[in-house]
């Protein structure tokens, strides 16, 4: 059973506009959040995280949010960019320091 | 350049034959990881060796074998037992196994397995 969850398989938004990337999980037990980027062809990349003890951190264009009590955590882009045209992932650490991934959001950014 | 190598890109595997993935780091991790990509579906965690010498089961070990008799080195084998090995395979190191806030993993660019 998944324990973490991204339910938009994709979102297609213009440049210079907002991307606004969910995802869920079901362990009260996770105390770290990734959100990792994939090209075709690659490997994915560590792009921002945030501890359990926070509710924000921020990067540049990229902002996540932390709500522990609905377990729900975002990844803001602001403003999109061609570029930002990829797979996101999110993960999260249990405490065996094990990642459970999400299944990934393909993001479109339209010119 | 530091970073971790998977080879081959592409292969191809016959009914009841064994094949193995290579994955090599330059970057002097102790912790590798090998994780399977299915379609719609997240990133799940086969074995992963936190050191020289050990290795543990993730959570779909079964029909896989690994070895790390070096450090830069975790080769997997996908076994004939495996029954539905395709999939994209990703190979990660990290700095030790803990992956405290400063820390994370890095990805090589993937072995797309196919069965013939």
């Known amino acids: 059973d998944q324990q973490v969850k991204q339910n938009s398989p994709s979102l297609s938004v213009q440049e210079g506009r907002i991307s606004i990337l969910n995802c869920d999980y079901t362990n009260s037990m996770f105390d770290y959040f990734l959100w990792y980027k994939k090209y075709p062809a690659e490997g994915p990349t560590f792009l921002i995280s945030?501890?359990?003890?926070?509710d924000k951190n921020e990067d540049g264009r990229f902002t996540v949010f932390l709500n522990k009590s609905a377990k729900h955590l975002s990844l803001h882009i602001v403003p999109s960019q061609p570029g930002d045209s990829a797979v996101y992932f999110c993960?999260?650490?249990?405490?065996?320091?094990?990642?459970?991934f999400g299944a990934g959001t393909t993001v479109t950014v339209r010119a | 350049d530091g970073g971790i190598t998977q080879s081959p890109k592409y292969l191809f595997r016959k009914e009841g034959q064994n094949v193995t993935l290579s994955c090599e780091q330059n970057?002097?991790?102790?912790?590798m990881y090998w994780y399977r990509q299915d379609p719609g579906q997240g990133l799940r965690l086969i074995y992963y060796s936190q050191i020289v010498n050990d290795f543990q089961k993730g959570d779909i070990a079964e029909g896989y074998s690994v070895s790390r008799e070096k450090k830069e080195s975790f080769p997997l084998t996908v076994t004939s037992a495996q029954k539905n090995p395709t999939a994209f395979y990703l190979c990660a190191s990290s700095i030790d196994s803990q992956l405290t806030t400063n820390e994370k993993l890095f990805f090589g660019s993937g072995t797309q397995l196919s069965v013939l």
């Open positions: 970057l002097n991790h102790d912790a």
């Open positions: 945030i501890s359990s003890i926070k």
């Open positions: 993960a999260a650490r249990d405490n065996d320091y094990k990642l459970s």
